[in-house]
């Protein structure tokens, strides 16, 4: 954007006069040949046509991006806002040490430094010429309106940041944080991306066909192993159903070994066992027996008692015991589980004897 406020008509003619006059040259430094040339440049009817609106570029400060407030001339020349220069001023002062009683200043465009006494930008000169042509322009009904920056008070948002997809003020592009981000008219760029969606939308249906292709493709492979893990699951429960038979084969094998055992045991230990049982009744019984034979009082009686009851005893005597059985139970169903997992079950549980009588 051109801010050299050079531009042709009556206007900025008699604001370059009057500015040199006041023995500044300002951003309205044109010389009075200069503005004679634009006279015969332009046919009078023409001047009078032109617009307060084509001179709003000039009348924009390059700092601020707006109509200036309170023009200043530095010593290059160059105009800037009073307020703009307050802030860049303050800047400045902020990151550098300069001579006691004097503030240094570097001008926006030609970073040539200005040194100015301890009132500041009071003491730069107001390019008078250009605040009574800003003053008209408002007059003409062009006078900055809202939104403002809520950052930079009364300075209105007239440029889109386009990194941050936002309206700015001027000062947020120079010198606050939006410095160095690219901008753009917000008209301008809502125009150049207009079709933009259309454009996107038109990408996007090339690589619709690649979509469903993959997206085909990989709901067969899908399919396909839903299938594979289906068929595994039904194998799974086939093997495990068929392993369910065999074991309750096996385990009933187990367990009618075991019941031919019992049945061995109780054939080898009942007989004896019910043989003693004899000889403990008969033991109870001479007892008894002994006991009435000794109150008998008929000593005849008495007599033919105590010769049964000694047959009774001898023959009580006589009678051999039982020998001990020792049996073992081989194999052990823990230890044949254990060693034997998987094998046929054994036909049956061996009971050995060491020795029997």
């Not at 007892?287 to 047959?311: C, M, P, T, W």
Request: aromatic fraction near 6%; proline fraction near 6%; include cysteine.
């Amino acid at each position: 954007m051109s801010h050299d406020h050079n531009r042709k008509g009556d206007e900025l003619c008699r604001s370059g006069e009057n500015f040199e006059q006041d023995g500044f040259s300002g951003n309205l430094s044109s010389s009075h040949d200069a503005c004679c040339l634009a006279r015969s440049s332009f046919p009078s009817q023409a001047q009078k046509c032109v617009t307060m609106e084509c001179l709003e570029e000039d009348l924009t400060c390059s700092v601020c991006y707006t109509l200036f407030s309170d023009p200043r001339v530095l010593p290059c020349s160059h105009t800037f806002c009073k307020s703009c220069l307050d802030s860049v001023l303050q800047l400045s002062t902020s990151h550098s040490i300069w001579r006691p009683l004097r503030l240094p200043l570097k001008c926006p465009n030609c970073r040539n430094v200005a040194e100015l006494p301890p009132t500041g930008t009071e003491a730069l000169p107001c390019n008078v010429s250009l605040k009574a042509i800003i003053e008209k322009f408002r007059r003409e009904g062009h006078s900055p309106h809202g939104p403002f920056c809520e950052e930079h008070q009364l300075q209105p948002l007239n440029m889109y940041c386009v990194l941050d997809r936002q309206l700015i003020c001027g000062l947020c592009l120079t010198i606050g944080e939006h410095q160095g981000h690219p901008i753009d008219d917000l008209q301008a760029a809502y125009i150049r991306e207009k079709h933009t969606p259309q454009q996107l939308a038109k990408l996007s249906e090339q690589k619709w066909t690649q979509v469903c292709e993959l997206r085909k493709q990989l709901e067969q492979g899908k399919e396909f192993c839903d299938g594979v893990l289906r068929q595994d699951r039904k194998d799974v429960l086939n093997f495990f159903q068929s392993l369910a038979e065999t074991l309750g084969k096996k385990k009933q094998a187990y367990l009618d070994s075991l019941d031919k055992a019992n049945s061995e045991v109780a054939s080898a230990y009942d007989p004896l066992i019910y043989k003693v049982k004899e000889l403990q009744e008969e033991q109870l019984d001479l007892v008894s027996l002994g006991s009435a034979v000794e109150d008998e009082d008929s000593a005849l009686i008495f007599l033919d008692k105590v010769h049964l009851f000694r047959e009774r005893v001898e023959e009580f005597i006589q009678t051999p015991l039982p020998s001990m059985l020792s049996l073992s139970v081989s194999p052990r169903a823990a230890d044949y589980l254990n060693t034997h997992t998987g094998q046929q079950s054994p036909s049956a549980v061996w009971i050995r004897r060491p020795f029997l009588t």
